[in-house]
C-alpha cells in the first residue's frame, strides 16, 4: 500500500504476515484483555514501541489462558522496516515467553484470521512425572486405553456441528466444522492427539479430547460418543481437558 500526497510518495506501507511461538503459561490467552497480560498485548506494545505509534496486529485465533503455540500467524501493516530488520528488533524486545519466527510480506488483503483455510492442534499427554513439562502437557498416572482413543477419534472427521463440543455462550451462527484429521499417537511415555480441521469452536479440540478420555476410562461408550458427534447435542456429561496440554501448531493458508 502506497500513502502519496499529489505526485509524492509519503511511505510505502507493508503488509507483514508474522509467525509466532510462545509459552502460554503466564498468559491470559492472545487476545487483548483489559487488566490482563496477553500475547497479543505483548506483541503490540513491542511494535508500537519501535514504530513509535500505535499498531493493531490481527492474529489467525485466539487461545485459551495456558495454550501454547508454536505456529500462531498473526499480521500488522507497517512501513520503514525490512522482515529480517523487524524479526530482530521485536525478538530483542519481546520477553522470553514469545519469539517472532519469522516475518514475510504478504498482499495488501491478507488476514491472518479470514485469509486461512485451516489450523492443526495438538494434545500432550505424559505419564511420568516431570517438572520440566508440569505446564506443557496433562499428566495422567494411569494409560487410558489408546484403543479406544483411536476408535473414537474416527467418529470426528469429516463436516459435523460440534456443538455438543463448545461453550455455548461463544457459539457462532454455524457451529459446522470441516475436520481432516484427528487421530491418536502413542509413545512409550506420551500420547498426542493431531486434530486438523479448517475451523474450530471455542473450547472444542480440548472438549473432544476430555470426551474422548472419559470414553477411555469408562465413564460412557464409543457409540455414544459417536452419537453426540452425529446429533451436535451434548446427550452426555464430559471432563473438558485441562488448557496447558493444547497445541496450536500450524495455521494453513492458500
Request: aromatic residues 12%; hydrophobic residues 40%.
Amino acid at each position: 500500500m502506497t500513502i502519496r500526497f499529489g505526485g509524492t510518495i509519503l511511505c510505502s506501507v507493508q503488509n507483514l504476515k508474522m509467525t509466532i511461538a510462545f509459552d502460554g503459561t503466564d498468559f491470559c490467552g492472545w487476545q487483548v484483555q483489559s487488566g490482563e497480560r496477553t500475547v497479543q498485548g505483548e506483541v503490540q506494545r513491542v511494535l508500537s514501541t519501535i514504530s513509535d505509534k500505535l499498531v493493531k496486529v490481527t492474529g489467525s485465533s485466539r487461545t485459551d489462558s495456558g495454550v501454547h503455540a508454536i505456529g500462531m500467524v498473526a499480521n500488522a501493516y507497517l512501513n520503514d522496516f525490512t522482515p529480517d530488520d523487524l524479526k530482530y528488533r521485536l525478538n530483542s524486545m519481546l520477553p522470553g515467553d514469545i519469539a517472532i519466527r519469522k516475518i514475510e510480506r504478504v498482499a495488501e488483503d491478507f488476514h491472518a484470521r479470514y485469509s486461512a483455510s485451516g489450523k492443526r492442534y495438538e494434545y500432550r499427554i505424559i505419564f511420568d512425572k516431570n517438572p520440566h513439562r508440569r505446564n506443557y502437557a496433562l499428566l495422567l498416572y494411569k494409560k487410558p486405553k489408546i484403543e479406544i482413543l483411536q476408535r473414537a477419534a474416527r467418529f470426528i472427521k469429516g463436516e459435523h456441528d460440534f456443538t455438543a463440543f463448545a461453550r455455548l455462550k461463544e457459539l457462532p451462527d454455524t457451529p459446522n466444522c470441516r475436520i481432516t484429521r484427528a487421530e491418536w499417537f502413542e509413545s512409550e511415555r506420551e500420547f498426542k492427539f493431531a486434530i486438523e480441521g479448517n475451523r474450530f469452536l471455542y473450547t472444542m479440540v480440548r472438549s473432544l479430547v476430555g470426551a474422548m478420555l472419559d470414553c477411555a476410562r469408562g465413564r460412557f461408550g464409543i457409540g455414544q460418543f459417536s452419537e453426540m458427534i452425529e446429533s451436535g447435542a451434548r446427550l452426555h456429561d464430559y471432563r473438558v481437558a485441562p488448557a496447558h496440554g493444547l497445541w496450536l501448531i500450524e495455521v494453513f493458508y492458500p
